[in-house]
């Protein structure tokens, strides 16, 4: 089974040091649609997305911009791509989220208190709690539920972990509090380099795909996450790295593999 983990996306964010440009965001929805529907190049659909907040800018985008990332989901919904999205801080300050016309295969978590969706046909148990206000200084991970016995369990958390990562705290928590949870994976946003965390290897910032002003150095994309079942006990992880080229250029991919897990 193989999962696209995105995060950060900051739809309607300047792009390049430049004003917002309307355009810039859904050219970006644009070459995301294009990437999960294609797997990451060998033509089969993810079975699945996540997104972990940040999907839009602190400022209310466009609305060309948010019409674009329902088309978005829309499309992944009619492709059978089931996808659970939680609520980042610059999205608790635009608004957006809770007003999206979302298509039935897409899930906003938590937006009152940690919860669990489950996709049935993957065998998968999403839990996660979207942040609520602009300062988050609450260890929200503490009152994700229990993992589902016989599912792959992920934890979808937007989060500066101890702070070391991150100019501005939000939902923090320690690394080692989310290895003994008990889940498959944590999927992270909040931090815009892509990372491995933990000795497990399961625990990980996906990386920004958005071209924010200062930023233009560092690689942009998501993670591949391959789930292994094959054998009894937690599933096997695997995180491959899929890098965008620029929004504005045409688009590109690169793969590169990271450690497994333990």
């Given at each position: 089974m193989r999962i696209a983990h995105l995060s950060d996306l900051h739809l309607g964010a300047r792009s390049h040091g430049a004003e917002p440009d309307p355009a810039a965001g859904p050219l970006l929805v644009e070459v995301l649609t294009r990437r999960v529907l294609a797997g990451a190049g060998d033509g089969a659909p993810y079975d699945g997305a996540l997104?972990?907040?940040?999907?839009?800018?602190?400022?209310?985008?466009?609305?060309?911009?948010?019409?674009?990332?329902?088309?978005?989901?829309?499309?992944?919904?009619?492709?059978?791509?089931?996808?659970?999205?939680?609520?980042?801080?610059?999205?608790?300050?635009?608004?957006?989220?809770?007003?999206?016309?979302?298509?039935?295969?897409?899930?906003?978590?938590?937006?009152?208190?940690?919860?669990?969706?489950?996709?049935?046909?993957?065998?998968?148990?999403?839990?996660?709690?979207?942040?609520?206000?602009?300062?988050?200084?609450r260890n929200l991970a503490l009152g994700y539920p229990d993992p589902v016995p016989g599912l792959v369990n992920i934890g979808l958390l937007h989060t500066s972990l101890d702070g070391a990562r991150s100019k501005r705290v939000c939902a923090p928590v320690a690394i080692d509090r989310l290895e003994v949870r008990g889940y498959d994976y944590w999927a992270l946003g909040h931090v815009h380099e892509r990372m491995t965390l933990g000795a497990s290897g399961r625990i990980a910032y996906s990386g920004s795909p958005a071209g924010r002003a200062g930023e233009e150095s560092r690689p942009r994309g998501y993670l591949e996450v391959v789930f292994d079942r094959s054998e009894p006990g937690p599933a096997r992880v695997a995180l491959t790295g899929v890098d965008l080229q620029p929004v504005g250029e045409p688009a590109a991919m690169a793969r590169t593999a990271a450690r497994p897990s333990r």
């Open positions: 997104i972990a907040g940040d999907v839009f800018e602190r400022a209310r985008p466009d609305e060309r911009v948010i019409r674009s990332f329902e088309a978005m989901l829309e499309v992944w919904h009619e492709a059978g791509i089931p996808v659970a999205v939680i609520a980042g801080n610059h999205d608790a300050e635009s608004g957006c989220l809770p007003e999206l016309r979302l298509p039935p295969s897409a899930r906003l978590l938590g937006l009152v208190g940690p919860e669990t969706h489950v996709w049935a046909e993957s065998g998968v148990a999403v839990h996660g709690e979207s942040i609520g206000r602009r300062d988050e200084t």
